[in-house]
Structure formats: C-alpha cells, structure tokens
Nanobody, 115 residues
Framework: QVQLVQSGGGLVQAGGSLRLSCVVSRSIFSFNAMHWYRQAPGKQRELVATITSGGSTNYAVSVKGRFTISRDNAKNTVYLQMNSLKPEDTAVYYC?????????WGQGTQVTVSS
C-alpha cells in the first residue's frame, strides 16, 4: 500500500500564494504520472495539474499561468505552487499517483481563498 501525505493548505487572501506538498511513501520513479485534483463544495472533482515521469506538465485552463506542478525525486514529493489565488480556487485539493496498474490518493487538504 502506497501512502501519500499532503500538507500546505490553509486560508489565504485573494492574490496570495500557497504551496501544497505530497510526500509519497515509495520512490516516485515507479509512477508514470502524478496529479493534483480539487473538489469544491457541490462540485465534481476536477483535474488541476499533471506531471509525468519525464517531467512534462499539463494544467487546467482555469489555473494555467498561476499554478505550477513540480516534483523532487530525491524527496519522493510532488508540489503545487499556487500564485495569484482567487476565491474560486477554494476547494479540497488531492494528490494522486498513477502507474499502469495502480493508483493512490492523498488525504486531501483544504485551501480557502478569501475575497
């Protein structure tokens, strides 16, 4: 069983920044991609950002240019740097790792952006 431990959420004013971290309990080289999702109250969970094992990244249109996903292979950690935050970014954020035969999710962390 792979464990993903998230940290870094909290309350921030609009225009502010937060960095989320997701520490994986084994080498992230074993996964072909790592992702951040979010789920706002009353809404479906949506994909925010993806980084592949090769380092390619992809972002939802709503966060492109404001959020940056990155990975530290030595620390088995994936990050989500969130800048210029907006109230509509308020949600529970989840990390997820995927391989050809496996997936795991983090426990979720609340991000609240006040106007």
């Amino acid at each position: 069983q792979v464990q993903l431990v998230q940290s870094g959420g909290g309350l921030v004013q609009a225009g502010g920044s937060l960095r989320l971290s997701c520490v994986v309990s084994r080498s992230i080289f074993s996964f072909n991609a790592m992702h951040w999702y979010r789920q706002a109250p009353g809404k479906q969970r949506e994909l925010v950002a993806t980084i592949t094992s090769g380092g390619s990244t992809n972002y939802a249109v709503s966060v492109k240019g404001r959020f940056t996903i990155s990975r530290d292979n030595a620390k088995n950690t994936v990050y989500l740097q969130m800048n210029s935050l907006k109230p509509e970014d308020t949600a529970v954020y989840y990390c997820r790792v995927t391989s050809a035969v496996h997936e795991d999710w983090g426990q979720g962390t609340q991000v609240t952006v006040s106007s």
